[in-house]
């Protein structure tokens, strides 16, 4: 059974780091690419980027290019998605989602994490 | 970059009746490569259509998608109780990827 964990809810401070993971099961990990998408309380799905565990290479959309970092673990079948320095409006939940060819940046989203809420508040 | 405009913004029906949900893009989506997703309140976002008019695994056949370029389709032949959720619809075919505002559809 194809599986995305991803970790439990974090509440943090405006400035402080954050790193969050998705851990995919059931399937040859290395194989699909991985997206991270956004979903702001009450709002609808934003795409923040893409990463290929094959060979990490990853593309982002421009309008969070330089907030947010994606990264993989290949050893430990894991996804990232990294803030440096958190803002209030990054509060949301966080999903990561399997992309349903093998090897295409290019795919419909099958298989998606539970999602990780974070809560960035002063 | 591809805007995607969904309507209507909400759609209110009666358990056995059809909805159609519209999505517009604003350049031509790349080898119909358009996907709807269905989110029912506090779940996950659930693939329903895949290439303009595929279906996923597991998804009944009163979901059905039509459309090519720019202008796309998601019709439920027959509404039921369970139906009730936002629908997405998404283009993977450039980057960025792009969703549009959603549909709620209200039975």
């Known amino acids: 059974e194809v599986q995305l964990v991803q970790s439990g809810a974090e509440v943090k401070k405006p400035g402080e780091s954050l790193r969050i993971s998705c851990k995919g099961s059931?399937?040859?990990?290395?194989?699909?690419?991985i997206s991270w998408v956004r979903q702001m309380p009450g709002k609808g799905l934003e795409w923040l980027g893409r990463?290929?565990?094959?060979?990490?290479?990853?593309k982002y959309n421009p309008s969070f290019q330089g907030h947010v970092t994606i990264s993989v673990d290949k050893s430990t079948s894991t996804a990232y998605l990294q803030w440096s320095s958190l803002k209030a409006s990054d509060t949301a939940m966080y999903h990561c989602?399997?992309?349903?060819?093998?090897?295409?940046?290019?795919?419909?989203?099958?298989?998606w994490g539970h999602g990780t809420l974070v809560t960035a508040s002063s | 970059e591809i805007v995607l405009t969904q309507s209507p913004g909400t759609l209110s029906l009666s358990p056995g009746e059809r909805a159609t949900l519209s999505c517009r893009a604003s350049?031509?989506?790349?080898?119909?490569?358009l996907a709807w997703y269905q989110q029912k309140p506090g779940q996950v976002p659930r693939l329903l259509i895949y290439?303009?008019?595929r279906r996923a695994t597991g998804i009944p056949d009163r979901f059905s998608g039509s459309g090519s370029g720019t202008d796309f389709t998601l019709t439920i032949s027959r509404l039921e109780a369970e139906d009730l959720a936002v629908y997405y619809c998404?283009?993977?075919?450039?980057?960025?990827?792009?969703f549009g505002g959603g549909t709620k559809v209200e039975i």
């Open positions: 350049q031509s989506v790349s080898g119909s490569d």
């Open positions: 998404q283009q993977y075919g450039s980057s960025p990827v792009a």
């Open positions: 290439g303009a008019s």
């Open positions: 059931g399937y040859s990990f290395t194989s699909y690419c």
């Open positions: 990463i290929d565990p094959s060979d990490s290479s990853m």
């Open positions: 989602a399997r992309h349903m060819e093998s090897y295409s940046w290019y795919a419909a989203f099958d298989y």
